[in-house]
């Protein structure tokens, strides 16, 4: 007797059924498929974003290389606006009327005021 009713017991476990478990197992257990167009549409998004973030990065590093040469055209112009600065400093030291005077004493010139025209800018 015994014995039955461990039967029974157990028997009456396997036999029990809950709909709710069966439909949430059910439906963890059922495999998604994707028709072909689907499949198309998610590649060719895929492939845009992935197009796009390539472009993005192309793109930074286009600027980048047009800032540094930029910078690289700064600084020449800086260097040369110096150059000219003291080129232009150098005239004036050089045209001074006393250094024009001594230059002409050393090549013999002498000055004649009769032959001096006043020359107005």
Same mark, same amino acid.
């Given at each position: 007797?015994?014995?039955?009713? !461990?039967?029974?017991?157990?028997? #009456?476990? $396997?036999?029990?059924?809950?709909? =709710? #478990?069966h439909k949430?197992?059910?439906?963890?257990? #059922?495999? +998604?498929?994707?028709?072909? %167009?689907?499949?198309?549409?998610? %590649? *060719? @998004? @895929?492939?845009? =974003? =992935?197009? /796009?973030?390539? #472009?993005? +990065? /192309?793109?930074? *590093?286009a600027i980048y290389? $047009?800032?540094?040469?930029?910078?690289? +055209?700064? $600084?020449?112009?800086?260097? !040369?606006?110096?150059?000219?600065?003291?080129?232009?400093?150098? +005239?004036?030291?050089?045209?001074?009327?006393?250094?024009?005077?001594?230059? *002409?004493?050393?090549?013999?010139?002498? %000055?004649?005021?009769?032959? @001096?025209? $006043?020359?107005?800018?």
């Open positions: 007797m015994n014995q039955v009713a !461990h039967n029974y017991s157990t028997h #009456k476990r $396997v036999q029990e059924y809950n709909p =709710i #478990k949430q197992l059910n439906k963890l257990n #059922k495999k +998604v498929s994707f028709s072909g %167009l689907e499949k198309i549409i998610f %590649l *060719a @998004v @895929v492939g845009t =974003i =992935i197009f /796009g973030s390539m #472009k993005v +990065v /192309g793109n930074y *590093a290389e $047009v800032n540094k040469d930029i910078q690289k +055209v700064k $600084v020449s112009i800086e260097s !040369h606006e110096k150059m000219n600065s003291d080129i232009r400093l150098q +005239v004036s030291e050089l045209s001074t009327y006393e250094r024009i005077w001594e230059k *002409a004493s050393q090549l013999g010139l002498t %000055l004649n005021e009769n032959n @001096v025209k $006043v020359v107005q800018e």
